[in-house]
């Protein structure tokens, strides 16, 4: 499929792959080499334990919006798509290709998707 997208793309055209990712900071050890019956000390980071990442990637030009919300939602993905559209000014044209989340279908999105002057094509994977 994006093979096939990408021979028919125009220059005025993107694609994008995007997702949400949740990397942690801190340290969660699950085995290692220590002596036997001892205890040692995991230094960690203090604060939050998750961050969250809604972001997508275009591999022709490795641009790469992001953002940073609180909870990854139909608010954040729309504030993403709101992001890859301001970063393309000249394309007519921008295929979002990303998972079936809910939050992906949802009342945020489809009210981003509404607007007239909207050129997100949103390509969503089974």
């Known amino acids: 499929m994006y093979e096939r997208l990408l021979n028919g793309l125009g220059a005025d055209e993107a694609v994008y792959f995007a997702d949400a990712v949740h990397p942690e900071y801190q340290t969660k050890p699950s085995y290692g080499w220590v002596k036997a019956g001892s205890n040692p000390a995991v ?15 275009n591999l022709e030009n490795f641009d790469a ?35 079936n989340a809910a939050y992906h279908k949802g009342p945020d999105v489809r009210e981003f998707l509404a607007r007239p002057d909207c050129r997100i094509h949103l390509i969503q994977l089974p």
Do not use: C, M, Y
């Not at 230094?43 to 990637?57: Q, Y």
């Not at 992001?83 to 990303?98: C, G, M």
């Open 43 to 57: 230094t960690t980071t203090s604060g939050r334990g998750r961050v969250n990442i809604h972001g997508a990637l």
């Open 65 to 99: 919006p992001f953002v940073e919300p609180t909870t990854v939602d139909g608010v954040s993905a729309a504030q993403l798509l709101a992001k890859i559209e301001a970063r393309n000014p000249d394309k007519r044209l921008i295929h979002v290709i990303w998972d």
